[in-house]
């Protein structure tokens, strides 16, 4: 604690009592401009006894320097508790990294906006890039006398290129593994061969111009292993356009936005998928450019587009290249006209599209759950359906459903739901196109049953209070004969 709050009055910033007379005078401020905010407290009077002010205090209770701050971060930003716990972690984690940030935690809490984002995320992204540069230090450290100094004379910039350098070479070498010789048992890696080279240099800025041109050459970059990592995941990400070296792509879900792009240093990548991507009427375009090395902040760039409108984008490090809320002037600043068009064209199905897999929950759900989520949205498709989302229902069906169910799952699940489209008896037999006739039976029981239902519910409320209900009942028959045929999806030829 010493160490932290050392440091902090040094920074002259506000005196640990001083700290917590300025949070208190806050809060009171606050429920006296918001008598709402009263009401959250534990005896809906005192705003001193608000539960976050008071789980506050308990986080903080070894360091109630940090206590105004955060109050401010709680209330003012609206940071939630867990962002608050992550920063704690990183301040009594890495107390040397205080002195290295661009202000105070304080002064950080008194911002609108820092780097055009909340101020408590651009605190953490700090924290992120100075443990980044640390951990990837060896590059200068590990070198001889003569060419360390001269790598420290250089301008920051050139320093900071040489780290994110190395980075690029340790990520290589964590995909790739270490090497070892099976007669000598030798390890060899990038790292180690680069190292080996280093004697040959005393200039830094030679150096510099070596080392990105050998990251560039390990980095495993090539256009055709990013497809196929998405084509792995698709439907949670998809391609809009690839031509000329560029790569522009949808990402749908957090899972398929830290497997595609974590190399990227951005908050997305670490659990705020929710506040840009994640969030309703969001999507998540992210574009590489394959004719810069991975070395280069523009190799890759992602760009949030909520509504319509652009609403975040960063580059590779993760600074701020907004400019315009509109998609097409935002796009073409960067990357040529042909692959703006074919973002922009698709912005409105994406969106439908991202909604669609959200709403299955793709990435988290069970089986059991994305069953039941399947068949409730196969209600609304048929042959007339868009094409794109019965090719996600495909792409789900084959590769979450098939072999991970039993047909007592599968029976039961459908027996409880209803068969109520075509194209739902269809993925009935595809995820079991062996279905005993007992069983069968037993299917469209539970089917005809749940019509009898629907038919009394649309002779009470009319046939056009759900036009899904009554396009099941007006299909009765042709959906009982699917089941069955055993006609499937596959049969059906989409």
């Avoid at 003569?146 to 780290?163: C, G, N, Q, V």
């Avoid at 061969?193 to 990251?215: Q, R």
């Amino acid at each position: 604690m010493s160490q932290i709050l050392t440091f902090i009055d040094w920074r002259k910033g506000t005196s640990l009592n001083e700290n917590i007379q300025a949070a208190k005078a806050y809060l009171t401020k606050k429920a006296n401009e918001d008598p709402e905010f009263k009401r959250f407290s534990d005896d809906g009077k005192d705003p001193l006894k608000h539960p976050d002010y008071l789980k506050i205090l308990e986080l903080l209770k070894s360091n109630q320097g940090y206590v105004y701050p955060f109050v401010r971060f709680r209330f003012e930003h609206k940071v939630s508790m867990e962002q608050l716990e992550e920063i704690y972690h990183k301040i009594k984690e890495n107390p040397g990294a205080i002195a290295q940030l661009p202000m105070t935690i304080e002064e950080y809490s008194k911002q609108t906006r820092v780097n055009g984002v909340n101020p408590a995320e651009a605190l953490i992204d700090e924290f992120v890039r100075i443990e980044t540069r640390k951990k990837h230090k060896w590059i200068i450290d590990k070198v001889n006398g003569d060419l360390r100094r001269s790598i420290k004379a250089l301008p920051k910039e050139s320093i900071d290129r040489l780290l994110v350098a190395a980075r690029v070479i340790d990520e290589a070498d964590a995909e790739s593994g270490d090497y070892v010789d099976p007669e000598t048992g030798k390890v060899s890696n990038n790292k180690i061969t680069l190292l080996k080279k280093t004697n040959a240099f005393t200039d830094g800025a030679k150096y510099l111009a070596w080392v990105e041109e050998y990251a560039n050459g390990v980095a495993n970059s090539d256009i055709k292993s990013k497809i196929n990592e998405i084509k792995q995941l698709e439907p949670e990400a998809g391609i809009l356009y690839s031509n000329g070296g560029y790569l522009a792509i949808s990402v749908r879900t957090e899972s398929a936005q830290k497997a595609l792009c974590s190399s990227a240093a951005w908050c997305i990548n670490r659990g705020s998928w929710g506040s840009y991507g994640g969030k309703a009427g969001a999507i998540q375009i992210n574009i590489f450019n394959f004719n810069l090395p991975t070395t280069n902040v523009q190799y890759i760039t992602g760009t949030t587009i909520t509504n319509g409108k652009v609403t975040a984008s960063h580059d590779k490090e993760d600074v701020n290249l907004l400019t315009t809320s509109d998609p097409t002037d935002h796009l073409s600043k960067y990357y040529p006209k042909e692959l703006v068009e074919a973002v922009v064209s698709k912005i409105e199905r994406e969106v439908k599209l991202k909604q669609f897999i959200t709403n299955l929950g793709v990435d988290n759900a069970k089986a059991e759950q994305l069953l039941e989520s399947v068949i409730k949205l196969s209600y609304q498709l048929d042959r007339e359906s868009n094409e794109a989302d019965r090719n996600v229902m495909v792409t789900i069906i084959k590769d979450h459903l098939l072999n991970k169910l039993s047909e007592q799952e599968i029976v039961s699940t459908y027996s409880k739901l209803g068969v109520l489209s075509e194209f739902s008896a269809r993925v009935l037999n595809s995820l079991f196109p062996n279905l005993s006739k007992e069983t069968k039976d037993k299917v469209i029981d539970a089917t005809s049953r749940i019509m009898t239902q629907l038919k009394t519910i649309l002779a009470r409320t009319g046939r056009d209070y759900n036009p899904t209900l009554t396009n099941a009942v007006d299909h009765e028959d042709e959906i009982i004969e699917i089941i069955i045929s055993g006609d499937s999806i596959t049969d059906a030829g989409f």
